[in-house]
């Protein structure tokens, strides 16, 4: 019988957690108001191009996508609250206007024939983008205080993973000609330079470029 006097660890041997993570409190509160904000603009986007497309398998796709979106933004609201006293309608918002510049180019095509652009811009640009930034939050937060945070990012990662993968075999599926391989190309480094000004979903530093807080997660 192990004697109740003797200190032990917090953890059993075999889990090897370490208490600090990247990100303080404000930090990872900013980061998760600008996701909830990014999901919120991909449901809006997607949800509006399910009426416009007219290639079936790709409306099909779409109106499920947005709705992993909406509930993306759903857990990132709920998330919100729970890091101290964080106002979610004050931290739902984008990390700057360059970002808010990518959003609007990115949903910029409107006309039926391009399907093209519309893809390109999300499942090329905008969600790779989102997996960088969530693989890079969900690799150096606290395992131990940020925990409700990597269940959603799982969670998220997941779905963005597989939207992605569907989203680039629609657009190899209907690109055809040389043409459409220059539309794809022109959109998507239009995008990408937009994106690179914004320096990604959660601004410069998404991916770990800029050192953040050392403060502790609670």
């Known amino acids: 019988m192990a004697d109740p006097s003797k200190p032990r660890p917090a953890f ?50 779409l109106g499920t996508h947005c709705y992993h979106h909406a509930w993306h933004a759903e857990l990132w609201h709920k998330r919100l609250p729970e890091l101290r006293e964080m106002n979610p309608d004050r931290l739902t918002r984008p990390p700057n206007e360059a970002l808010v510049a990518f959003v609007d180019a990115m949903t910029e095509p409107e006309a039926p024939e391009l399907t093209i652009e519309k893809l390109v811009g999300v499942y090329r640009v905008l969600i790779p983008h989102t997996i960088a930034a969530y693989t890079y939050h969900l690799n150096n937060t606290s395992t131990i205080t940020d925990a409700p945070t990597i269940r959603s990012l799982r969670f998220a990662l997941q779905d963005e993973l597989d939207d992605w993968r569907d989203g680039e075999m629609l657009l190899q599926s209907l690109i055809e000609t040389e043409d459409e391989v220059d539309r794809a190309a022109a959109h998507q480094t239009r995008l990408e330079k937009l994106m690179l000004a914004a320096g990604g979903i959660a601004g410069p530093g998404s991916i770990g470029t800029t050192p953040v807080a050392s403060e502790v997660t609670a």
């Open 12 to 61: 059993a041997p075999w889990d090897r957690r370490e208490l600090p993570g990247a990100f303080g409190v404000e930090e990872s509160a900013r980061r998760v108001g600008n996701y909830k904000w990014i999901e919120m603009r991909l449901f809006e986007a997607l949800g509006g191009w399910v009426a416009t497309v007219p290639e079936l398998d790709v409306k099909l796709r």
